[in-house]
């Protein structure tokens, strides 16, 4: 009787998980603090100042800036899924999350990486158009193209966390309930059922693999014909205009990539997978209103000089 008893007590749903964080000294944990609120504020006030931009002001209602301006909703997005929750487990010294707002909060954080992955892609496929096809490129990224291309992203972010959540909600999870992260991510998560995760994990690397790979090859395929078009430019000073369009998104998409293979592939210890998963959950949402506003000419110009601007419809290429 008493062994049943125990093996009832053992398979307990849990009701609540609680994020370890980064777990410091007192002093270090302050320092911390600070730098993650100030990314924060950062963070959101240069997404929301390139989503302002770009819609209030007509010149920018091209192709380039309307990909720029999802990407930055997109960023606003998954900073507030993650960052308020980190802060307050820096503040607090770790976090308790009720089993619904968890999971919650990996929804909302796959959503927004599904997305983003086919996001960039969709951005890289633009400047390929651009710089290797510049008389269709009008008349193939339309208004409605773009508009599709965009919704395309978005669903497909939907779809791909959908089928995630339902594996992960069949696992049973009876303790412990200690995560440790600073989000709610199905790595750990896994680690705390209590159920055979075989299937959790084949669907996970399935879709790991269709969320990545074709939007990274789309990615790397583009810029391979960028690179070969470039490199056929006769002058110096032709080819590093060029370059210039897409460099900025090269170097986002590198950091993104690197940081989601490194995470999800490679086997790490819990405080790599953390430190690496700064990299994309962090960093992209920080730098990318930083790197396009001072790499994009007419952002800047914009910005700061904003009844001072000349730029004209048909400039697409020019960062």
């Given amino acids: 009787m008493e062994l049943m008893s125990m093996d009832h007590k053992n398979k307990t749903?849990?009701?609540e998980f609680i994020l370890l964080g980064f777990?410091?000294?007192m002093e270090l944990q302050i320092l911390v603090f600070l730098a993650f609120l100030v990314s924060y504020i950062a963070t959101?006030?240069?997404?929301?100042?390139?989503?302002?931009?770009?819609?209030?002001?007509?010149?920018?209602?091209?192709?380039?800036?309307?990909?720029?301006?999802?990407?930055?909703?997109?960023?606003?997005?998954y900073s507030s899924t993650?960052?308020?929750?980190?802060?307050?487990?820096?503040?607090?010294?770790?976090?308790?999350?009720?089993?619904?707002?968890?999971?919650?909060?990996?929804?909302?954080f796959g959503y927004c990486l599904g997305a983003e992955c086919y996001l960039l892609?969709?951005?890289?496929y633009d400047r390929y158009l651009a710089i290797c096809r510049p008389l269709h490129y009008a008349t193939t990224m339309s208004t409605r193209k773009c508009v599709q291309l965009a919704s395309l992203s978005w669903t497909n972010g939907f779809i791909g966390i959908s089928i995630i959540m339902v594996a992960m909600l069949q696992l049973t999870y009876c303790g412990p309930n200690e995560i440790d992260h600073y989000f709610c991510d199905s790595v750990p998560l896994k680690k705390l059922a209590c159920s055979d995760t075989d299937v959790v994990e084949h669907v996970n690397l399935a879709l790991l693999f269709v969320y990545?790979?074709?939007?990274?090859?789309?990615?790397?395929?583009?810029?391979?014909?960028?690179?070969?078009?470039?490199?056929?430019?006769?002058?110096?000073?032709?080819?590093?205009?060029?370059?210039?369009?897409?460099?900025?998104?090269?170097i986002v998409v590198s950091t993104y990539y690197g940081s989601l293979i490194s995470v999800y592939l490679l086997p790490?210890?819990?405080?790599?997978?953390?430190?690496?998963?700064?990299?994309?959950t962090v960093l992209p949402p920080l730098v990318n209103p930083l790197i396009y506003s001072l790499r994009n000419k007419e952002v800047k110009r914009l910005v700061c000089f904003p009844h001072t601007h000349t730029l004209h419809f048909g400039k697409i290429a020019d960062n």
């Fill in 82 to 108: 993650l960052m308020p929750i980190l802060l307050t487990t820096l503040l607090m010294d770790g976090k308790t999350l009720s089993f619904s707002s968890c999971f919650l909060q990996l929804f909302l």
């Fill in 121 to 124: 892609s969709v951005m890289s």
């Fill in 268 to 280: 790490q210890s819990s405080s790599m997978n953390k430190v690496f998963s700064l990299l994309y």
């Fill in 23 to 25: 777990p410091t000294t």
């Fill in 44 to 77: 959101m006030v240069g997404n929301l100042l390139i989503v302002v931009t770009v819609v209030v002001d007509h010149h920018l209602h091209t192709p380039m800036y309307f990909f720029l301006g999802n990407l930055s909703c997109l960023e606003i997005c």
């Fill in 13 to 15: 749903h849990i009701e």
């Fill in 212 to 250: 990545t790979m074709p939007p990274f090859l789309l990615t790397l395929t583009s810029y391979i014909y960028i690179i070969r078009a470039i490199l056929r430019i006769p002058s110096t000073a032709g080819r590093q205009k060029a370059f210039s369009t897409c460099s900025s998104h090269l």
